[in-house]
């Protein structure tokens, strides 16, 4: 069975450009979440998707952070314009039930962003 | 607002020697608990979980952990550690009726040989 798929692994830019991540999830997976996870820190979920509906962003800075879930399966997740606070590991997970909190999530390798 | 800590950030142990990295979380009702494994440049990778039950979890890779409600702890044990055991260990809680994975703030594992 493949795993949570992410691209780009690293990302480099410099402060106020923009940038974008994606992320397939395991085939069949209702629930999709994004994760930052700063340098030192725990993940910190930013939005929980439940087939292509948002079921929680309230910790997604919405002014220059933006998410999508296409068709239900992969997703996108965009900055612009970024900051330097901006500089973490971005994780996308699902999971297999829709929106079952106790259900297992599933974790990509993540996506390093520095921002410059 | 729940909250996990995790008491020590890093934490160096020699091999097949045993180790405890701990846990405790503050929340006034019921909970989950996680522990996640993270090895270096991958994903998290779930290692036991609590939901109920007994309060001895067994999970993945000979890793155990034991739900103590009165001291609000969660501590990930192992007897025997391996060099393959080096890795970044998460502690994690979701409060019943809530949606949210909450993390620590992590505990980095070293092992010694």
């Known amino acids: 069975e493949a795993g949570v798929a992410q691209s780009p692994r690293y990302k480099i830019i410099e402060k106020r450009q923009s940038v974008a991540f994606w992320c397939n999830p395991i085939s069949g997976h209702a629930t999709l979440y994004w994760y930052q996870q700063i340098l030192g820190q725990g993940p910190k979920l930013l939005i929980q998707?439940?087939?292509?509906?948002?079921?929680?962003d309230s910790q997604l800075p919405k002014d220059r952070f933006s998410a999508e879930r296409l068709k239900g399966v992969d997703s996108t997740l965009k900055i612009q314009p970024a900051k330097l606070e901006d500089s973490a590991v971005y994780l996308c997970?699902?999971?297999?039930?829709?929106?079952?909190?106790?259900?297992?999530?599933?974790f990509g390798p993540g996506t390093r962003l520095t921002v410059l | 607002a729940q909250s996990v800590t995790q008491l020590d950030s890093q934490v160096p142990v020699f091999e097949e020697a045993p180790v405890e990295l701990r846990c405790n979380y503050s929340s006034s009702v019921s909970v989950y608990l996680f522990w996640y494994v993270q090895y270096p440049n991958q994903g998290l990778q779930l290692l036991l979980k609590?939901?109920?039950?007994?309060?001895l979890v067994k999970g993945i890779n000979g890793f155990e952990a034991e739900f103590n409600k009165s001291q609000t702890s969660f501590h990930l044990r192992k007897p025997s550690v391996h060099i393959s055991d080096t890795a970044e260990y998460f502690c994690a809680v979701i409060i019943q009726g809530a949606q949210k994975l909450v993390f620590g703030q992590g505990t980095r594992l070293t092992i010694n040989p």
């Open positions: 997970a699902s999971s297999l039930a829709p929106g079952g909190p106790i259900d297992t999530q599933y």
């Open positions: 609590y939901l109920s039950g007994s309060t």
């Open positions: 998707f439940q087939n292509n509906g948002v079921v929680d």
